[in-house]
Nanobody, 120 residues
């Protein structure tokens, strides 16, 4: 399973690093991604990283502020979030799959989310 962690309450402009740790499975050789979802809204793409880490994609809303990375030796994927804004306040989920996609469909596994709250 995948478990996201690292969320919390911060002020606008602060930073947080989310982690997605895999247990009972490996992240190695899989595409990994972060999505986020606000109450009553569809889950939206945030960032993805390909199997060897040499290709990443970001949503326009987070480009330049967020960085996705992976450490296969630790079986963990990260999302470094800088310059956080109140509109980044949502639950963040990690996902594992085989294809490079920004769609919320087609992922093999989803982790439980972690809540990020950014106060103004």
């Amino acid at each position: 399973q995948l478990q996201a962690s690292g969320g919390g309450l911060v002020q606008a402009g602060d930073s947080l690093r989310l982690s997605c740790a895999a247990s009972g499975r490996t992240v190695s050789r899989y595409t990994m991604a972060w999505f986020r979802q606000a109450p009553g809204k569809e889950r939206e793409f945030v960032a993805n990283i390909n199997w060897n880490g040499d290709s990443t994609n970001y949503a326009d809303s987070v480009k330049g502020r967020f960085t996705i990375s992976r450490n296969d030796a630790k079986n963990t994927v990260y999302l470094q979030m800088n310059s956080l804004k109140p509109e980044d306040t949502v639950v963040y989920y990690c996902a594992q799959g085989r294809a490079i996609t920004t769609s919320r469909h087609g992922w093999d596994y989803w982790g439980k989310g972690t809540l990020v709250t950014v106060s103004s």
